[in-house]
């Protein structure tokens, strides 16, 4: 659908016409339903015709033109709020992102300020007057209004003077970009805490509004608004179940299929407003959790500094600055969430626009109500007996043999050539895939466990034309698929043990009749295209905000021939990478290669590498030489000897 974008233009205007307004983004919703809903007459993989797309068109315009639909304002509800609660948290985001550029702008301002020496007075009173200014700004980057930004301006030069003294620029500028940056801000954040210091004792604080009150006030405010919306809900929803299901059961007179059906679209929107309500009151609760924790400790922090300082003129820097530091940090923490709170109730207050969107067709005072709550045991014994003979006429058995056929549950009751390709019956999956029955004491997390389809049972939805009943936990949760399941009556139960994927199935078909369903019972995964999520994200929702059309409406992908050749013989080419040309060149390798000679290698060994590797060493061995003269001459002289005789007896 290349032309989608045409497309959705003819819908907003189709109904521009009949004097409704219709955002593109819903447009583009109800035209992917249509698109989802009849996937024979519309086939996806393909580009559309032109009488496709006429008919898209007309059908779109017809949808969106319904008067009194409860189905139809689901739909919108659905629409109105994630947009409200994207465009709520788009706006929070960038008011921070704001803020955060014009934070890191000043600091590149009195960054790139540099004083030529300790003498440049000029310089240095540019720098501190940068600093200043930047101290005096609010919490988003922006000036205090005039009636205080003089009170502001003073107390602001008063913290300052004592935390970071006129002298105290020579040793700054000396500092590198990053460490300035982190001197900044802690010097925002130690002034900020002492305002807020003043602000408690009496003394100052202008500008600075009591977050911690504000914000517990507001979650007070909201949580009271919900609970009390989510009772009413509540009575209206299980006024409808009792009606259903009586009228299902006893089918009184008064009461025809189109009112049955009526009422299913009507509790299908107070099931959706439901949900948003308990979806806004979890947020609420969970900020409110913050806020207390953040609050009692900004207090006892006050509290501490308070005692610290007491009545004394000076106290040492080191005790009382790190508490400054983190007042104002739980002070700029405790800003967040009430930032967080107003944008939930901004989505309540877009939310509260679908409280009474439709004409209600069930009065509190309705005579079938009343004879639904003068009906004992409705939702037990009847409805389980209801769901026996429903199994027995999908299975082509009577009514009346219903008992008999569930006596004869021991038997297989589809064979698995029966069934449709690819599936396969419960009894025949590996132990592992089987449909389990969890009870409470058996899975300790069973509380906590996450419930497909909301929590509703999939039996009455698939069999009773998409019907929201819930579940009843302590019959068992049945785990299918990483999945858990919940069911309103024994029957129900029983049956999706037996073929959990016909039901799965049957759940899908209902959501692709009433679209409606899709969201309600969170089934993005199995509607990919027609999740809001998608047609909002990323690119899509700033196509939204230009007044373009969001994304989802994929064009079919073209397909081109293509083929590559292969040569048979590859031409070889004898490239030197070493060769030269200039003689030059030449000369300079020749001076390198000669000059090798005169270098040598030299090498250590540590006590790491010893024994690590061989090493070699060759030495020039010591040569054996001898000289001779040309004459040998010697001298011999007499050798006198004296002895004594006679004196052994000789004569």
């Known amino acids: 659908m290349e032309e989608i974008e045409e497309v959705v233009d003819e819908i907003v205007q189709g109904c521009k016409d009949q004097r409704l307004t219709v955002s593109p983004l819903l447009a583009a919703f109800v035209a992917r339903t249509i698109l989802e809903g009849d996937s024979v007459s519309f086939a996806l993989e393909k580009e559309l015709s032109d009488d496709d797309v006429n008919k898209v068109i007309d059908m779109s315009i017809a949808r969106l033109l319904e008067r009194d639909s409860p189905s139809l304002e689901t739909v919108k509800m659905q629409v109105g709020f994630d947009s409200s609660h994207v465009t709520a948290e788009e706006r929070v985001r960038n008011r921070r992102e704001r803020a955060e550029e014009k934070k890191r702008e000043m600091h590149r301002d009195i960054i790139s300020t540099k004083p030529l020496d300790s003498n440049d007075f000029d310089s240095l009173t540019t720098l501190y007057r940068e600093i200043f200014s930047l101290l005096t700004k609010n919490r988003f980057g922006d000036e205090y209004e005039e009636d205080v930004r003089r009170s502001v301006e003073r107390e602001v030069a008063a913290a300052v003077e004592s935390v ?76 409808y179940q009792e009606a259903i299901v009586f009228s299902n059961l006893r089918k009184p007179e008064q009461v025809t299929e189109f009112m ?85 109730e901004t989505t309540l207050n877009d939310l509260a626009d679908f409280k009474s969107s439709y004409t209600a067709t069930l009065n509190p005072s309705s005579q079938v109500l009343a004879l639904a709550r003068d009906a004992p045991n409705l939702s037990t014994e009847e409805e389980a007996e209801a769901a026996r003979a429903a199994v027995a006429v999908a299975e082509g058995v009577g009514a009346a043999a219903a008992e008999e056929k569930a006596e004869e549950k021991e038997e297989t009751e589809e064979k698995k050539e029966d069934l449709p390709k690819g599936q396969v019956p419960a009894d025949l999956l590996p132990p592992e895939k089987r449909p389990q029955v969890l009870s409470v004491d058996s899975t300790p997390e069973f509380m906590q466990l996450p419930l497909e389809y909301q929590g509703f049972c999939c039996w009455t939805i698939a069999n009773r034309g998409g019907l929201l009943l819930p579940g009843k936990p302590g019959l068992g949760v049945v785990q299918y698929s990483d999945s858990f399941y919940v069911f309103a009556h024994e029957v129900a139960l029983s049956a999706f043990l037996d073929d959990p994927e016909k039901f799965c199935k049957g759940v899908k078909d209902a959501a692709m009749k009433s679209p409606e369903l899709i969201h309600l019972l969170r089934l993005q995964n199995e509607f990919p295209n027609t999740a809001i999520a998608k047609l909002m994200g990323g690119e899509a929702q700033q196509k939204v905000e230009e007044g373009g059309i969001p994304l989802g409406f994929d064009a079919p ?95």
């Open 557 to 651: 992908k073209e397909k081109k021939d293509a083929s590559t050749e292969t040569p048979t013989h590859f031409i070889e080419k004898n490239i030197d990478p070493s060769y030269e040309w200039n003689s030059w060149g030449l000369r300079r390798r020749a001076l390198q290669t000669a000059n090798l000679r005169k270098c040598k290698t030299s090498s250590q060994q540590t006590d790491n590498s010893h024994m690590r590797r061989e090493n070699d060493s060759q030495v020039y061995l010591p040569k054996t030489s001898s000289t001779m003269t040309k004459t040998s001459t010697g001298t011999c002289t007499n050798k006198e000897i004296t002895y004594v005789g006679g004196l052994r007896g000789d004569t």
């Open 260 to 344: 049955i059906q009526r009422w299913k679209d009507e509790l299908s929107n107070r099931r959706q407003y439901l949900s948003y309500l308990q979806s806004l009151f979890e947020d609420v609760s969970k900020c409110g959790g913050k806020v207390s924790s953040l609050r009692d400790m900004y207090l006892s922090e006050l509290d501490d500094l308070a005692s610290l300082v007491g009545g004394r003129n000076s106290v040492p820097k080191e005790h009382v600055y790190p508490k400054f530091d983190k007042i104002a940090k739980l002070w700029t923490s405790i800003s967040d969430e009430l930032e967080v709170l107003l944008s939930r």
């Open 164 to 239: 970071f003294p006129r002298i105290g620029l020579k040793s700054f500028v000396q500092l590198s970009a990053e460490e300035k940056k982190q001197q900044l801000d802690e010097l925002a954040s130690i002034v900020t805490g002492i305002r807020l210091f003043n602000k408690e004792s009496g003394k100052g604080g202008a500008g600075l509004e009591s977050v911690e009150v504000l914000a517990s006030n507001k979650v007070g405010e909201l949580s009271d608004i919900i609970q009390g919306e989510l009772e009413a809900v509540n009575e209206v929803c299980a006024d």
